[in-house]
């Protein structure tokens, strides 16, 4: 069984960059897709990013080219990098694994989640 769990959230100013990392164990995350996804507080589930199986990565216009996933299946762990992050980005950031190594911005695809990391942009 696949479990993931999230890191690298925190307080950041605007204007600031963070990374977040979700590992992988219980399984190799090779042939997963892994989908980030953000929850703001009193807001819908949002998608962020999403990366498949063989590491072609994609993001809706709404982050504006500001984040960056990537992969590095020696580690087993997936990345997320924020930059010229804004109060906006607030949200608790999670994780996902879609199993047929797709990827979409549909979160009810995905097949795993992690506990999810929470990300404060504010001065």
């Known amino acids: 069984q696949l479990q993931l769990v999230e890191s690298g959230g925190g307080l950041v100013q605007p204007g600031g960059s963070l990374r977040l990392s979700c590992v992988g164990s219980g399984s190799s995350l090779d042939e997963y897709a892994i989908g980030w996804f953000r929850q703001a507080p009193g807001k819908a589930r949002e998608e962020v990013s999403y990366?498949?199986?063989?590491?072609?990565?994609n993001e809706p216009s709404s982050v504006d080219g500001r984040f960056t996933i990537s992969r590095d299946n020696d580690k087993n762990t997936v990345y997320l990098q924020m930059n010229h992050l804004k109060p906006e980005d607030t949200a608790v950031y999670y994780c996902?694994?879609?199993?047929?190594?797709?990827?979409?911005?549909?979160?009810?695809?995905?097949?795993?989640w992690g506990q999810g990391t929470e990300v404060t942009v504010s001065s």
């Open positions: 990366i498949t199986s063989i590491s072609s990565g």
């Open positions: 996902a694994a879609d199993a047929s190594g797709w990827g979409t911005f549909r979160a009810v695809v995905y097949d795993f």
